[in-house]
Structures are given as C-alpha cells and as structure tokens.
C-alpha cells in the first residue's frame, strides 16, 4: 500500500504550487477587477493571457493528457493518479485552470479530438486547442427533456443534399459565450427510429460562425455567469456543415459521449477537493483572527469541531477520488464506472456542504467575493448537475451495487 | 387552541393572492427585464412604482404596521400574527415586498422612528418612508469587528463644535447603493469608555449626501447584488450633522438596536416560508412534466420522498414562526426572544436546504434564473448571516434554556 | 389563533404532573429492579397494579377516550387536541402510559371495539380492558411479506363447519407475551380472490387461550424486548373460533385497519414529544454539572448549539402534532391523512437524533439503563416502522402533495 | 500509488474469508442460542472454544501483533495496514475476534504487556492472553468525572505498607464480567499534586480475586449487555497488590495510556469498517427479497440512492482507516494522532447511519436480532462513546489543523 503520488507527479506538483504562489494567488484581485471593467463580459482577460504564456514555459501546461496521448505533449502523459493532486491545486484558483490549458470543457473536447477525431479534424481543431489559441464547446444538454437520458435528445441532425443539417436548442453550453470559442461538438439524433436506441445519436463538429447558429443568452446559476467562459442556451436552425465534419461516424455519439463524460467527472471532483481545502485553510485563518465575547474563534468549541470535521471530510474525498483515478488508471474508465459515479455523487455535495460551513466562520463576508468561497460553493452546486444530476449516477450506481451483492 | 389567523387577517390575505395573482406574478419577467437592461442597477424600476401605486389603492400598503402604531395606517395595525401569513405571501416573489412598501430594511426603520424618533425626525423621514417617497438604510456592521457583539462596534459618534462628527466604516449595508434611500440610521460609539458597555453606543441619523459618507462598493452575497435595493460597504470620513440627529438621546443606541432587530428577524422568516412554499409547489410542478428512464418524476419513490419530507418541513417552520409571533403578541418582544431565536437559528437554514432540493428536481434550469429558487436560496442563505450569525443566537438560546432547566 | 390547550386539558395536565412528580418519576428506580428480578419478564409488575389504582382513584384514568366515546368515561372524553400534552408527559417514563390505561396498543384495541364491537363484544372484552383487568394484542404485522401494504397479507381466515378457520404467522404482535393478555384481534384474508383487493380481508377475535395458537419467541428491537408487554412472533396452525367473533362483518378488515391506525400513530408521536423534552432537560442538567478541560460543559459554545438546536426542534415537532390533532378534531381522521403522515414521518426520526444528541452529552452512562433515555431512543427508532416504515408513508402523502400542486 | 494490501495480507485474508464461511458465519445462530440458553451470561461459550482451537490451528491467531513484536507469532507480525482487512472481516461478526485471539480489550491489554510489562509481569499475564486461556481488563473510565480529560481521574493508589492500596470506582470496565477475565490494568493517581498533571498517574496490576475489588453491576448499552465479555462497573475498597505491580514505573500511567489508546481506536475502526459492508450487502440482498406495491425494493429509486450513497461512503471510511494505518506504519502512532483522530471521530457515526439506513430496508425485522445489523449498530453507536467522546477528539484534532493552517 503507497499513499504517496509518483516521482514525476511530485515534481510538478512542487513546481505547479510555486507558480501558484508567485503568480496566481496575487493576481486574484486584478482578475476581479478585469472582469468588472470588462466592457464585454465574455471577453478574453488580458491578465490570463500573459499567465498562460508564464505556465507554458514552465512546462506546466497540457497537464491533463494522459500517457495514452503523450506523444501531444512534453512531459509525455500523465496517469489520473499523477494529475489528481495537480487539478486539485488548480482548484484552489477557479479561473486558474484555463492558465495550464486544464479548463473544462477544453480538456474533455480535446481528449475527444485525441480519440476519435480524424487526422484532418486534428489538424484544424486539436493543434490550436492545445496551444491555447482557440477555445471550444460541446453540446449536449437540452433544456425541453432529461437529457442525462441520451435517448431522450432531440436536437436532430439530418443528412440532406451531402450535408448535415442541425435544428434543436441546447443549453448549458459551457464556453459558447467565449469570444474564443470556435468549435462546437454537437451530439443530436440522426437516426431517432434505430431500434438500437444507442445507435440513434451522431456528433458533428460545427465552426461557431456557421450560419443559423445563434446565442440565445448567457444563463448563470446561482448568479454567477461564470464569465468569461459561461454557459449558454443556443439556437440551431437549419445550421449546415459538411458529412466529414461528423466525428468518429455515424450513429456513433452515444459511444463518444460515454467515453468523454467520466474523465471530465473526475477532473471536477479533483479541483472540487482543492476548493474545499482552500476553504478549510481559510476558515483556520479567520478563526485565529476574530474574536467574539472575549474568546478568539479558534478557542470555540463549535468552531474546532466545525474544523475537524471539514479536516477529515475533505481526506476522504480526496482518498475516494485518488482510487478511482487509480482503478482508472489500471482498469480503464468503463470497470471504474462505479467508482466514477461514487465520487460524482459524492464529491460535489460534500464540499458544497463543506464550503457552506466555512463561509458561515466568515461572517457576513464570507458570503462576498472578497473570498473566494462563495464562487467555489457556486461550482460545486453546479457540479451537482452537470454531467447529469447526481441522481441518475445513483440510479446506476446502486443498480450495479445491488447486483454485485445480490446477483 | 386555534391554528386559523383572524377574519381581518384572512380577509386581507385573500386580497393580496388575488393582487399577487393578477399583477406580481405575471411581472416575473419584466421585472428581470428592465433590471437587466437598466444603465443603473440601482434605479428604481418603473415597474415597481406602477405595482406600489395599485397596492396602495387596493389597500394593501405597509401591512408591517403593528396595532401599537394603527394610527400610522388606514388598516389600524396587524398582530405578527395576522400579519405573518401576508408576509409569507409577499415572500414568494423576492422583490415583492416593495410593491406593498413593507421591504427590509425601510419596515424596520420605520419602526425605529415610530418608537424612537422625535416628532420632528417622524415629520422629516418616517413620513415619505411610510409614503414609500423615499427609502432609508440601517448601518450597523462592520467589516472588521464581529460586529454581532455590538460592544465591538468601531465607528466613533464624537460630539465636537455642536455637532456629531462621524468616522469609520460599515458594510452590508441594504438599500445603501438604492438611487431612493435618503437617510441612513448609523450605530456607533459616542462613549467608548462608559463602564456600562451597553451604554457605548448612539444612532445617529445621517442624511444620504452628507459630506464625509461614501459608498465604497456595492456587495454580493453568492453572486447576487440584490439590485436595485442593494448592499454596500460605506466610508464615513469626518461626516458632519446636527446634535439633533441623534435617535432617544446619547449612549442609548444598543437599546434601540434590540428593539428594532427581534422583528425583523421574524420578518424575514415570515417570508421565507413563503420562498419555501413557493419552490415545494414548483417542485410538485415540475414533477409531474419531467420524465426520466421512461417514467414521470413523480412517480419515482425518492421524489415523493423529497416532497413529503418538504411538506413536513414548511409546515413545522410555518408553525414554530405563527407560535413565535403569538408570543410576541401576548407577551412582547422582550419576553420572546427564545422563540425569535429559534425561529432566526431554524427557519433559514431549513428553507435552503429544502430549496435545494427543489432546485435539483430542476435539472441544472434549477440554477438559473428561469425560477425564482436560486435568488431565495440566496435570500436564505443570507439570511443565516443577517443581522447576527446564528451561531451567535445558538449561544444566548442555549444558554437560555439551560437556565430553565437546570437553574 | 390560539396555542393554549383548553381548560379541561390544562387542569388535567397540572394534576397528572403531580402524580408524575409524586409517584411515577420515583419509582422508575424501583420498576427498573422488578423487572431485573423477575422470574418471568412478561408477568405483571407489582409497582404497575399499585400505581394504576392510585391514577383510576386520581380520575387520570382512560383519557385517551375521545369525546365521541365520552359515555365510557367520568371524564366524558379528550379530543385530541386535549390529550395530546397529556400523553406527551406520559411518554417522559416509556413505561408510565399503562399506569393511567393509555397504553399501546390497548389504546387502539378497545377504540376497534368502541367502533366496531358488537354489544356482546363489547361486553365481553372492552369492559374489562377499560378497567385495566386484561390487556389485549392487534394481530396484523406478517413475517414473509411487506405487511404496510395490507394486500400483501397471507394469514388465511377461512370459513369452515360454522367456524373461522386460522392459519398463517404474526410478528412484531405487541403485548403478546404480557400474561394479561386475554385477546388478540387478528387481521387476515377471508377472501383473497375478492377482485376489491380492499374487501379481502377481516378481522377476528381470538382469545389467547385458543387451541392452535402458539408463541414462537419474543422479538427484540435494538436489544430491549420492552418486559413485560414485548413483541411476539406468533404461530396461527388450524386455529378455531366461532363466526360471531369476526369484527364489523366479513370482508372488511382493511375499513377497521384504516380506522385503527391513524389515531395510533398520532399516540406514538404525543409521547415521542414527551420522550424528546425529557432528554433535552436531562441534557442541560448534564451540561452544568460536569466539566471538561476546565470548562463547564454549558459553558462549550458546542453545547449551547446542541441545547439550542434540540429546543427548536422538539418545538416544531410539538407544534406539527398539535396542529395535525387540531386537523383531525376538526375534519375528521380521513381528512388528516396529510398532517397525520407529516407527523408519523417526521417526529421519530426527529426524536431519534434529539435522543442521540442528548445521550452523546452524558458520556458512556448516557447509553445505559441509568437514564431513560437509551430506551426512548429504541421507542423512537421503532416507531420509525412501527404501523409501517416511514417511507410508506411519505410515497402516499408525497403523492397527495403532488396532485394538490400540480393535479 | 498502491492501494492493494501486501502480499503477506492478502493470502492471509483469502483464508480468514474461508474460515469466516465454512465456520463463522453459519455458527452465528448457534452462538446466540448458546447465550440464551447460558445460565451465567458471562461465563465461556463452548462454541467460541471449539472455534478458537480451529482458528489457531489454522494459523489465524494473534493477527494483530505488530512486526515490532513479531517474536511473539508465527507470522511475524503484521503493519497497521496488513491487519486492517483481516480485522475488517471479523468485524463482519461482532463475536468472532475471540475466534482469532484479536478482540478488545485484550489486544489492547497485550499490546502494554509487550511495550511496558517487565519480564515476570510478561511471563505471568502475556504468554496466558497470547494462548487464549486468559483474559483481562483495562480500567479507566470513571462514573463520576469526565475521565475522557485523564487528569480528572479520582481512583487513588496510594504506597502504603510496602503496597499500592486502591480505592475508588470504575465503570465500562470492558471484560470484567467474563468468567475468564483474570487480570485488571488499573488506571489511577499515585501523585494527585505533581504539579506536571502527566505525572500524577500510575497503572497498577490488579489480579480479578483481589480481596476489595468487588463487581458492582453489569452495565448495557441501548440495551445490549455485549455477554459474555460485557462492560462492568468495579468498586475498589482497600485493595492491595504489591509495588512490582506497577506498570513501567510510578507515575508515568499517562504515558501507557496515550499509547494504548490510540491502537485501539483503530482497531474499532477497522471492524466497524466490515460491519458497516456487511449491513450494505444484507441491504442489496433484502432490495432483491422484497416487494412493496407491485414493485421490487431493488427498483425503487430511492433505495438505490441508498445504497449508492451506503457504498460510497463505506468506501471512504475504508480508505480514511487505511490511510490513516499507512501513517502510523511509516510515521508511528505519535506523529498520527491528527489521523487517527479523524478516523475516530469519523466512523462510528458514519457507519452508524449507514447501519441506519440499512436496518430501514429491512422493515422492523432488521431491527431484531435475525439480523447482526442491530447489535453493529449498538457497537458503532458506542465507539462514539469508547476511548472518549467524539467531541473531545475533535477538540484536539480542530486545534492541530488550525495551527496548521493558521499558525
């Protein structure tokens, strides 16, 4: 048994949380103020731009890429278990992702690109990808029907005189705002009437400028518009590209976002643990420096417990997702889907309800953007939805459970 | 025993649903229209001063007004009791309360001048305040004391050249950034070395374009600035008004703080029930109209779990808020300070939690601001920090009641 | 709105508090050695018979009669509202309800009587079960089927040679093992093929001392088996009785069963109020008289939450009871069905962490027979399935909730 | 990264999980038929005996000797991370670590005896508690202090006459009840006025026939009187042992005791880990068994949340234990006190909930003892209490990460 990550993982992780600490966390505050200035919310921020150069020649840059793909990087691929406590550090900063070029939903799309795109489709869309020069989106998520039910997607995607043509709304389409943003991956129905109700969807790749796409709004949670990446509904009507812009082949979208969607749930889970212990090191912070009827914070019995609590909390999430990287990383995604869901369900609702209790040592400013907690607690709600409500993940989790103990 | 409110108190309730029927509802909206569309987010949006002009005519203006003041209103004043259950309606829009001039902090502060103020100040202010002609604010946090312990209360009140001379800070501040908000109740310290520590402190009134007073930021609690009424982080530098502007006479502002924040603390629970009521209803919506896995939501066994305990939850909130009012009819605020803090310390974590669980119901739309949820879960959320932190009201309970019981 | 109990229960109230205070709280030492020193743990206690004469001579006798019944009673009969703050200080001594004949399930036995006896069945059995002279069991809970829903029930009640006809397995049959009891009312089928899957069942009267009727062992819930009225598995093999002993008629079993249960329940949670006061004030008398590193433990901001939160709780759920009593005074037990399954679903589960939160407060001895709270505790866990499980209960009122909101 | 146990662990479990199905678990009814039918509740259970002959033989004895002792065993002793599978399964059946000679306190007790006894103290009680023929207690806890604060402690040991004279009273004195119990650890103040309160303490053997110890009482816990070990409480009235009945030396009882206790609390961890999946795969089993209204638990979303949620989490405390048995093998106990803290404080409550849940899915039938769900519950529901209060725990545990943190 070795808790401990590897050498290389090591290494990173040291160099990663100095430049964290050189250039990140002192730049929190004018990131704030960019973004306030911003003229257009969904502007590229110049503040991000000169980051991402510093971590690109520190070689801190692509860390996602997994030893499957190495040959797109120079550090060569890293397993799960060697990014784990490196997203986990990118946590700590919620905007600080895209800095290594680890941002969701880029990571994921980028990852679908590796697997499943053709050398053409690489070309275009993967290289600027992962220079950082262009941003991308995927499409899934319909506001009329449960789409974590991939059966039950509507936005269709037909093939008329040598083309696809797409009509459907989407929604929750993270990045779509993004002035960078130059690439959609749709998933829709081209075949809603396979009996094989697995082989009904396609993806089709669509340029942000293709005629009849359209932003209908950006949409916030909980009040944040997470700008400037974002989330949007879109309109697609009669929204045209080529045959070859479908990926992998036709009938073939519930198979590519089968594979997309459990990386991506672990990549949340793994920057949710870092949010959760900045939080934890926050409230240690305030709790030494307040005082409240003559007794500082820390000297509280309630607030100690509060702390001990979180402490050991936010071990065992860390430990949860650190063994389904490592089933990952030796059995593959589809034998790890019972972890996957484990720590999907888990996760989020753990350091949401984590993140609740250190702002509230906070006082009333804990709940501002003086800190970073209330944005955290806001993408940890959120990560209770995306990729599916956590319910779903249960309904499959305990499904399987069941029939491993009772079979 | 009797759990039905009184005729007077039914009658009026049964006219408000109609007007929240007829005119706050389908308003939703445009309520969110013109707010986002507005140059100045803290202008007064015509909306509303077409709503409070139909209020006022319908009758349904300051409800607030307790019997002990009914020669301020044509209703002659409602118990808590009977003006909860209007309350709870009101609750059910977040802005609403301003249709019906019965909105924190300005209900509260005309409190404060009906029982404190002089003939001349209730001339001056509560008069356009209960008109709804102006709007006022209640300063009394700070950003560097926990300022629950008002002994810790920084902001100096010094008595120089026959005038009251004001420096310091204060935040959270609501209505502070309002474009309507004329005057500000400010607490600080005119004694800071009287041996009786409850005897410290004066309010002052302070008129909004004093030399000396400026708005430093407006905040945001979880994302939400609360436009147009609004929170803000206030500097006062050299701020110069009358002696006359003093509240009761020097060194007797802690008193008139207790007097004034038992209420509202009741106010906002009342409302809040009413933001719960609201979200269950939507989620018994949503319920039947959503289908996951070939079956409708409502039928799963975990949804009607969710809703039934939701029920049970809003009842017994709703319940232990009416038992509170009652006691504060019966016996005063004074005598009731148990059950207000059981209310405080219950009614707003246990609305956030069952909002969240409506809001999951909803699908990541749930977040958004399609549904009213996501702003109440952040009123209740708030609310937890609002005017004390709960913890703090845990404290004098729990005491309390270890008293009686083993005294 | 009026939270007081009416006169006639106040003036009850303050004398059942003396006799609590003047002979049952002293003597729980006392029923506690009877019990350990019993040579049959299911005979009769000495301390019961002299206490029960003392409570019929003191007129605190049968007060769970409702007024419908009031010609059974000097008292003339208790609404439910009435009885509800004097069952609730029964239950502060698990042991106390049979000392004034409000016991379960007696209670529900001699109301079926009340109900649904004929003249001669009344005659022969509720006489002498009013007088406290036999005690009585209520037959329904199947050991191999999920008996909540009453179709499921297997026991057979066939008609033959002029004589009903048992044959089938109880358990969980409460007050079994007592050696007073003399009666037993038996739900089965009558009729399984009956296409009204509600008119397949009856109910009959067997007497303890019939051929055929064995006791398999006694049950344990959480370790306690609740000496001497317990819980009994029971064996029905060709048992006999005369066809005047089937209740109301043929068939309608499931009409009593409905009848029966509703009340019973509400009894359950009145005393689980009781139970739940007690132990908070046992806590905060534990909270002043032990100290820990040089603090009293009232002095822990941790405990004054804990006291703080268990107040506010047992509030809520005394005011969820009342309010449902109140319900059924006034519609009728059909019409509560809502509020009665709020309160069946909410208040032990309630109590259960109030109890647990108490108990941790006194240390190890807190677990232990030295308090009385580790047996409250298992009364409240066992209420929690106890007329079946709770989440029975939340699928029907969860589905009423979402056709009163969305119907 | 690694998280499959050794070599060495991993043959070792495949034949206890052997052992466990081909002898333990079909004994579990005759082991509590055995106790039911034992005319002295604390005396030697046959079956345990036979059982103990057949684990030894099998070479799975003594498992939980570390590799520092490694002289003592055949296997050589085993790490904190080898031991904690093995221990995991015998918490599978909360009687059987008897079978293998690895249960508390004896573990415990044999652990001092190697680290603190002298040779003669070693060959007289060690070489007797390693062949199973003996066993003992630990004597600590005190009815009338909070004893979780060793200073509180009040038992004297006083020299008198060349002798240690015990006075004083003991309760929760795991083993004392057990016929086979002969040797007492004792715990007590040799030198109440050192002014170093980590000097005031000594421990002293003390043989079970010692004129003066005297048992006072059995003691249960929610009922269960954990036969035939048990908890007791002891009176010592005058009781002589000569001076080399002390432990390691006169005042340095605090010293044993810190490194006692910390082992144990692991070890409880460990089992309740296996009593916790357990109770998880009865549940999936009951899921199957059963069906309410026309559907299979097995189908019902709710009960696949639960055990969605029931699996994750039990995963999670497995790997807070493992992780926390991989520091103390590589660090030592005293540098993972903030581990072993988490861990301790963590859980016992969550396997008591998740035990909750558990027995909720099996109808009232899961709360008796057909199943070893409600004796586990009672297990996990004390350990909250054993070695000290949770709470007492988090104290330390809080202060340690805020000075992490925040120092």
């Known amino acids: 048994m070795d808790f401990t990550a590897s050498k290389k993982s090591r290494d990173l992780l040291e160099r990663l949380q100095v430049f964290m600490d050189q250039h990140v966390y002192p730049s929190e505050h004018c990131h704030a103020e960019q973004l306030r200035a911003a003229e257009n919310r969904f502007a590229a921020l110049p503040l991000i731009d000169e980051l991402k150069d510093k971590a690109r020649k ?7 890429v997994p030893p499957s793909h190495g040959e797109y990087v120079p550090h060569g691929g890293l397993t799960y278990s060697e990014y784990a406590p490196l997203a986990e550090v990118m946590g700590r900063v919620t905007w600080s992702p895209e800095v ?9 799309n980028m990852e679908v690109f590796m697997n499943y795109g053709s050398k053409a489709q690489q070309e275009q869309w993967l290289k600027p990808l992962l220079a950082g020069a262009i941003r991308s989106s995927y499409a899934m998520t319909e506001p009329q029907v449960a789409s974590s039910d991939a059966t039950n997607i509507e936005l269709r995607i037909d093939k008329q005189d040598g083309e696809w043509v797409l009509n459907g709304r989407k929604w929750f389409i993270t990045g779509a705002m993004y002035e960078r943003t130059k690439i959609f991956i749709v998933m829709g129905k081209s075949d809603p009437d396979n ?32 700008a400037p990446i974002g989330h949007a509904e879109l309109l697609f009507n009669n929204v045209r590209v080529p045959l070859d812009n479908v990926l992998l082949g036709e009938g073939r979208g519930f198979e590519i976002a089968q594979g997309r969607l459990g990386p991506g749930r672990m990549h949340h889970c793994m920057r949710l643990i870092g ?12 709790a030494v420096s307040r005082s409240t009827f003559g007794r500082a914070l820390s000297k509280h019995q309630s607030v100690r417990e509060d702390i001990s609590k979180s402490f050991s909390e936010i071990e065992m999430a860390r430990l949860l ?4 990287c490592d089933k990952i990383d030796r059995e593959g995604v589809q034998a790890s889907v019972d972890m996957i869901a484990a720590s999907k369900t888990t996760v989020p609702l753990l350091v949401q309800n984590l993140i609740d209790r250190c702002m509230q040592l906070h006082g009333a400013g804990g709940l ?24 779903v993940h249960q309904m499959a989790l305990g499904k399987q459970i069941i029939d491993r103990y009772a079979g």
């Not at 969807?201 to 518009?225: E, F, N």
């Not at 949010?275 to 305030?286: D, I, P, T």
């Not at 997702?321 to 389904?324: G, M, N, R, Y």
């Not at 800190?371 to 319910?391: I, L, V």
Request: charged fraction near 20%; proline fraction near 7%.
């Open 58 to 64: 520190a070689g801190l840059w692509n860390l996602f």
């Open 100 to 108: 290594f070029n680890c941002n969701a939903p880029d990571t994921g």
């Open 321 to 324: 997702v650190l063994k389904t």
């Open 368 to 391: 501002t953007g003086d800190y970073f907690m209330a944005e955290a607690f806001n993408y940890a709600r959120w990560c209770r939805q995306a990729d599916g409500p956590d319910q």
């Open 195 to 226: 009996p094989d109700r697995h082989r009904q969807q396609s993806q089709v790749l669509v340029p942000w400028d293709t005629p009849g796409l359209s932003i209908v709004r950006p949409l916030t949670t909980l009040g944040y518009d997470d």
């Open 275 to 286: 949010a959760g212990q900045r939080s934890l090191e926050l409230a240690c912070q305030r």
